[in-house]
């Protein structure tokens, strides 16, 4: 499941409420099985688990006439659930959510482009992040297709969405 909040005060949005079931992506903490906390459906077909993952996207305040904007990725306890306990696919459901951090950075790097070359116009900005926002949902999409029952695809993945988190490291979240 991916839900995206936006909180824009240009366009007077309500903002996303954080409180504990909410965990904001960190590399020191990963996710754990207690964190899935949502209740598992009657219905999930063949699905063992579930990751919530949002992105939101807040303009700040303007620097000059230039918006700023705080990107944020987190995991949602309440909305993630799980049937299974293996390893494997809590690995597999952490990648999920690195993947929310992952398109947090590569919005945060997009917008930190627009910002030095000093664009104004708020719907430029809307335009970068909403583009980065259907990718991200498709690279989820096809991260499930490509990895299901393929433990090489995994692998795969886990390798190049790290190595592009580290090239991404300047724009990890900082309060």
């Known amino acids: 499941m991916i839900l995206v909040s936006f909180c824009n005060n240009l366009i007077a949005q309500k903002p996303l409420a954080v409180n504990e079931a909410l965990l904001l992506w960190n590399h020191n903490?990963?996710?754990?099985?207690?964190?899935?906390?949502?209740?598992?459906?009657?219905?999930?077909?063949?699905?063992?688990?579930?990751?919530?993952?949002?992105?939101?996207i807040k303009a700040s305040f303007y620097k000059g006439e230039i918006p700023v904007y705080i990107v944020k990725s987190y995991f949602n306890k309440n909305e993630s659930w799980t049937s299974t306990k293996s390893i494997k696919h809590l690995i597999h459901e952490r990648l999920h959510f690195d993947i929310t951090e992952l398109f947090s950075r590569r919005i945060r790097h997009k917008l930190d482009l627009l910002m030095k070359e000093g664009v104004k116009d708020v719907n430029v900005y809307k335009k970068a992040y909403r583009k980065l926002l259907d990718d991200y949902s498709n690279e989820q999409n096809k991260y499930d297709s490509e990895v299901y029952f393929n433990n090489e695809k995994q692998h795969e993945w886990i390798k190049n969405v790290h190595k592009e988190l580290e090239e991404l490291k300047e724009y990890k979240y900082s309060s």
Do not use: C, H, Q, Y
Not at 29 to 53: H, M, Q
């Open 29 to 56: 903490k990963k996710i754990e099985w207690s964190d899935f906390r949502g209740k598992v459906p009657n219905d999930k077909g063949l699905k063992l688990a579930v990751t919530s993952s949002e992105i939101s």
